[in-house]
């Protein structure tokens, strides 16, 4: 008996332990919130509508990667090197760090990047590309074989 | 309107020229696919390398290989990867010296997609072989299965990769043939470019499957080998002169 | 038949939680060795472009080898029907479980990306022998699994026949697949050969007893339970046995090569003047893995307990040798792109390998050992694996069909 009254001591204590912190009335700020720079220079909007982006991002990374690597198809809209060169931060060049426009959402998320261990995370030099050629407009116009 | 007859030749020749010339550039942009294609059967991209073109102790498609695809050293040469590297063979008997270039021979029977657990080693359809470094485990059987040494592993974190050649600590990596630089229609690769920028062109790129190109005709007309015969591997990389 | 009683390892005294604690802490160590590799990347290791497997390897591939090896003594009885041995089939069944798990977390490790282990069990290449080992490594646990409990579970053990049936099959071919990992490589002079797969098997056999026997020795000693001479007489011989089988077919493996004139130059290597490679091959594989231990096992001085631990332990370092031997030498030989030519390279071309063991390596190899003992430890103190007694009156001293 007295060791099943201990132990239940112990249960509602380990679950009441939370509420210690939220004593003081304020929320552990351990992770700091996302800060989502889009970095929207090159065109109006992303080549996928915002919310469709943000539940379907890596389905849309995960196909492509396939397609690309296995049949050679290396369609500009969902590839990984677009999303880079126009998310990228304008002073970092990049979509890692602390403001990364990948970085921030991901490290709140807890959801580790696999991508970079192996693919740069910098934008490609601007000169490589002239400006809007990947953006939606130019896609549109390059699937009608006009010039944007 | 009076013309005599060397202005009517002129005025056809410069129309003829203005109605050529345009056709003469969309045959090369007809080369180049478009992003959306896919790879097809239809070519197998392949290199015919002249031995004895190769210079001793030059090292410029090695240079340019690395170069084009971001593979920096560490100085340590045990780990440092190699795509391609430069051979020195000496007879045995005769003392004969020649060098020549060695990278993965894009078999057309690669023991190394043979052996991989996950697929991540695989060959293809236009011949290329590939690491598929999404899903390589890094366990390197391809590295013990490969007849030509061909294969490198990175053991290191790596940092500022192209970004048309990911690589990776943990995975394995090989010579891609310049993958990006085909499907982007270049019709070359660095180091075919970069041999015959320093003028011993030694190294020549084509589609092995098209007869009208210049490798197969060469490979038609003149005697070439395959590293390895006897394992009936059916390379990609054909040589001369060895 | 007389009835076995089987019972749990007490467990309770000082010494039991030392062992533990001890096989716990190198279990510690060799896992802190594993994520710094994994962490710096295998630069910090010995292992190189030239010499992609190295000492994890070795330790992996014998612990998986010893494994399928240790079900053997728990096949005797349920497959060939060896009164005799059934009293260690329960022992013997943990011991091949506990051995594979050591093995396997040494070689999954030691994967240049073990975070991607997910990816090795969901997708697939059929004709990689690779992935067909792991469907087997992983079906092997659950076979012996379902074996175990048909021993244990008294209403069930009229099926531990044909469950001992289908684990012994699946160990045969678990073995061949393992063998064939190298046997398939063409690529190398020193493998791409039919024979390591039955070489392999053989390799098993003599492993897996060696380190039977160390174990049973260890538990029975330590937990003042009697082990007969009928018993331990019978294990010592069959070991013996197995130890010359292994010789034999080392022995025709290299006559084989030596009649073949293009395999002089591995054959020499290996056998003459691989400097590293022919010493662990002549003084670790041969003499101390094989004369040896037949002297010990088969002469009048296997009368001493002593001698026949001595005799396993050196088995099991034979067996690392020539683990050593087929692995890393196979790999340090040069391979043979130009016949004719002496060849010179950036990349090591034309010249043996440079290899040398860091501690890294030995230190997550040996891990694997402890874990696969520390599972063992802890297994026959919770459920009970042990026999209370094999002394020679409580053994069955008809033995089956003689």
Not at chain 2, 74 to 91: C, E, N, S
Not at chain 3, 374 to 396: E, G, H, K, N, W
């Amino acid at each position: 008996m007295k060791t099943v009254f201990l132990k239940a001591v112990l249960a509602l204590a380990l679950l009441a332990s939370p509420a210690a912190f939220a004593a003081g009335g304020k929320k552990p700020e351990r992770v700091p919130l996302p800060t989502i720079q889009v970095n929207k220079d090159r065109g109006e909007q992303c080549v996928e509508p915002t919310d469709v982006m943000r539940r379907n991002h890596m389905q849309f990374i995960l196909h492509q990667r396939d397609e690309t690597m296995h049949r050679g198809i290396r369609t500009v809209k969902h590839s990984l090197k677009n999303c880079i060169n126009c998310h990228a931060d304008p002073k970092t060049h990049s979509v890692l760090g602390k403001d990364g426009f990948c970085e921030s959402c991901h490290r709140y998320a807890s959801v580790s990047i696999d991508c970079f261990s192996c693919h740069s995370a910098e934008r490609e030099a601007r000169s490589a590309e002239p400006a809007a050629a990947t953006g939606p407009r130019a896609l549109k116009a390059a699937a009608k074989g006009t010039k944007p | 309107m009076n013309i005599n007859r060397r202005q009517f030749l002129a005025l056809g020749g410069a129309a003829a020229a203005a109605t050529l010339a345009p056709g003469l550039r969309l045959i090369e942009l007809a080369q180049a696919r478009s992003p959306e294609e896919a790879a097809a059967a239809a070519h197998r991209w392949g290199l015919l390398i002249d031995a004895n073109k190769c210079a001793d102790g030059c090292t410029a498609c090695v240079d340019a290989c690395f170069t084009e695809n971001g593979v920096t050293g560490h100085g340590r040469p045990a780990t440092d990867a190699q795509w391609i590297r430069k051979v020195t063979l000496k007879d045995k008997q005769t003392g004969q010296v020649q060098s020549l270039p060695l990278m993965c021979q894009h078999c057309e029977h690669p023991p190394c997609v043979d052996v991989c657990p996950t697929g991540a080693s695989f060959k293809r359809i236009d011949g290329i072989v590939l690491v598929d470094k999404h899903i390589c485990i890094g366990c390197r059987y391809c590295m013990m299965a490969c007849p030509y040494k061909a294969r490198s592993f990175i053991h290191e974190d790596t940092t500022g990769q192209k970004a048309h050649a990911p690589r990776g600590k943990g995975t394995v990596e090989s010579c891609t043939l310049c993958v990006h630089k085909v499907d982007r229609g270049d019709g070359t690769t660095a180091c075919a470019e970069a041999c015959r920028q320093a003028g011993h062109q030694a190294i020549l790129f084509g589609d092995l499957k098209d007869p009208a190109s210049e490798i197969s005709k060469r490979l038609a007309t003149q005697p070439s080998q395959q590293l390895r015969a006897d394992l009936k591997l059916n390379t990609g990389i054909r040589y001369q002169g060895l | 038949m007389s009835h076995v009683t089987y019972l749990k390892l007490e467990g309770k005294t000082f010494g039991f939680w030392m062992l533990l604690a001890v096989l716990a802490g190198v279990v510690a160590v060799g896992l802190g060795a594993a994520l710094y590799m994994e962490h710096n990347g295998h630069w910090v290791t010995g292992m190189n472009n030239q010499i992609v497997w190295g000492t994890p390897h070795v330790f992996a591939v014998f612990l998986i080898v010893a494994a399928s090896g240790a079900l053997n003594v728990a096949s005797i009885a349920s497959v060939f029907g060896r009164q005799l041995y059934k009293p260690l089939s329960r022992l013997s069944g943990l011991l091949a479980v506990a051995l594979l798990v050591g093995g396997l977390m040494v070689l999954v490790l030691d994967l240049g990306r073990p975070d991607r282990l997910t990816v090795a069990m969901t997708y697939y290449n059929f004709k990689s022998i690779f992935a067909w080992n792991i469907i087997l490594y992983i079906g092997f646990i659950v076979v012996v699994a379902v074996y175990l409990w048909m021993m244990f579970e008294r209403r069930f053990n009229e099926y531990s026949k044909p469950a001992g049936l289908a684990a012994f099959l699946w160990r045969l071919i678990l073995t061949t697949g393992t063998g064939s990992i190298f046997g398939f490589l063409v690529a190398r002079e020193a493998y791409s050969s039919a024979l390591l797969a039955p070489m392999f098997i053989i390799l098993s056999f003599a492993y897996g007893l060696a380190i039977f026997i160390l174990v049973l020795m260890s538990a029975v000693a330590w937990s003042g339970r009697t082990l007969g001479d009928v018993t331990l007489n019978r294990l010592k011989n069959l070991l013996g046995v197995f130890v010359a089988s292994v010789l034999y077919f080392v022995v025709v493996y290299h006559l084989t090569n030596l009649y073949m004139t293009g395999k002089h130059d591995v054959e020499r290597f290996i056998l003459l003047d691989g400097g590293v490679y022919t010493r662990m091959f002549w003084i670790g594989q041969i003499l101390i893995g094989g004369v040896l231990p037949l002297v010990l096992l088969f002469s009048p001085l296997s009368r001493s307990r002593g001698m026949i631990v001595l005799a396993a332990l050196l088995v099991v370092l034979g067996g690392l040798a020539q683990m050593y031997v087929t692995i890393i030498g196979g790999q340090a030989f040069p391979m043979p792109l130009f016949p004719d030519k002496i060849v010179s390279s950036s990349f090591a071309d034309g010249v043996v390998a440079q290899y040398a063991p860091s501690l890294p390596e030995v230190l997550l190899g040996v891990g694997g050992i402890a874990i696969a003992l520390l599972l063992t430890a802890y297994a026959i103190r919770v459920l009970p694996f042990l026999p209370q007694s094999l002394a020679d009156a409580d053994v069955d001293p008809h033995h089956g069909q003689g």
